[in-house]
T-cell receptor, first 111, second 113 residues
Framework: SQQGEEDPQALSIQEGENATMNCSYK?????LQWYRQNSGRGLVHLIL?????REKHSGRLRVTLDTSKKSSSLLITASRAADTASYFC???????????FGAGTRLFVKA | NAGVTQTPKFQVLKTGQSMTLQCAQD?????MSWYRQDPGMGLRLIHY???????DQGEVPNGYNVSRSTTEDFPLRLLSAAPSQTSVYFC????????????FGEGSRLTVL
């Protein structure tokens, strides 16, 4: 079973617009991570937010975490064509050693 | 640093054949793991290891074996390949699963006929 579920499954926007992706999970966590995957490549770590944090920024990325709702969101501001990729959230299921991924959101940014 | 290196990049097997996917990391990471990714799906954890000599099952361990004799290497063995094991396999490593940030290899694409 997958811990994280992303929403939407796919998102198409114009360059310059903001992109928001959501992730919901099922069990308690110590941290939640977001990864990016370009087509046919390995995943690249974007940002990690701990369970005692509510918001975190990294460049054009903003991540929020609501542990009461077991949900997180990833906001990419001023998107670029190069942001076209799949984005996955991942959690340490139950605070253990397993990092479990969701099904991902496919983002397409049109130039 | 090469990071996480997976071999082979592509492999075609016949049903019932066995093979080993190799994974090596040069970052002295204690934690290593194997995932499979099927079309339109996220990654599913197969097996993981928190250090040399220690392995454990993930979400979908059936049909796969692993061992961890050194910190650097974490091979994944398919004992008797089945068409359902057609997938892209990713190896990942981390300094610590608790502090996060997995480093991924570029993947091994396996087709079982």
């Amino acid at each position: 079973s997958q811990q994280g579920e992303e929403d939407p499954q796919a998102l198409s926007i114009q360059e310059g617009e903001n992109a928001t992706m959501n992730c919901s999970y099922k069990t308690s966590i110590n941290n939640l991570q977001w990864y990016r995957q370009n087509s046919g490549r390995g995943l690249v770590h974007l940002i990690l937010i701990r369970s005692n944090e509510r918001e975190k920024h990294s460049g054009r990325l903003r991540v929020t975490l609501d542990t009461s709702k077991k949900s997180s969101s990833l906001l990419i501001t001023a998107s670029r064509a190069a942001d076209t990729a799949s984005y996955f959230c991942a959690t340490d299921e139950g605070g253990g050693f397993k990092t479990i991924f969701g099904a991902g959101t496919r983002l397409f940014v049109k130039a | 640093n090469a990071g996480v290196t997976q071999t082979p990049k592509f492999q075609v097997l016949k049903t019932g054949q066995s093979m080993t996917l190799q994974c090596a990391q040069d970052m002295n990471h204690e934690y290593m793991s194997w995932y499979r990714q099927d079309p339109g799906m996220g990654l599913r954890l197969i097996h993981y290891s928190v250090g040399a000599g220690i392995t454990d099952q993930g979400e979908v361990p059936n049909g796969y074996n692993v061992s961890r004799s050194t910190t650097e290497d974490f091979p994944l063995r398919l004992l008797s390949a089945a068409p359902s094991q057609t997938s892209v396999y990713f190896c990942a490593s981390s300094y610590s699963p608790v502090t996060g940030e997995l480093f991924f290899g570029e993947g091994s694409r396996l087709t079982v006929l």
